[in-house]
């Protein structure tokens, strides 16, 4: 019930932020998905670790992968909210994708047979 509330909180921060809403929930909403997005796509990516060290990692990924959005933005005269969300909305995707698609190569998780 807690993971959903924080991905309902998540989602509400990156649509006020991609909306440009003037709520005055868009900030910690928007800082929450910032944090939770990249979090969980490293968590999936690194499956063989204890719980503890395993949310400590990926916490200090999701701060990586937002520092480096950041500054990459800031280094080319482009920073925006809306393209700093849509950035690390990709970012998490894609590594998320490749988590999967790994697993299903290695066969972590084989394909259903066919008839």
């Known amino acids: 019930m807690l993971a959903g509330a924080a991905t309902g909180v ?17 900030a910690p909403c928007t800082l929450s998905f910032l ?8 968590a999936a990516a690194l499956r063989g670790l204890d719980p503890f060290a395993r949310t400590l990692c990926a916490l200090a990924g999701s701060v990586v992968v937002n ?4 500054q ?9 909210i809306r ?8 970012l998490s995707l894609l590594l998320l994708l490749l988590t999967l698609a790994r697993e299903r190569i290695s066969g972590k998780y084989p394909q259903k047979p066919t008839t």
Do not use: E, F, N, Q
Request: hydrophobic fraction near 60%.
């Open 72 to 80: 990459g933005m800031l280094a080319v005269h482009r920073w925006s």
């Open 10 to 26: 998540g989602a509400a921060g990156a649509l006020l932020a991609l909306t440009d809403s003037a709520s005055p929930l868009r």
């Open 35 to 42: 944090l939770m997005a990249p979090t969980v796509a490293i």
């Open 67 to 70: 520092m480096l959005v950041a």
């Open 83 to 90: 393209g700093g969300v849509a950035t690390v909305t990709v």
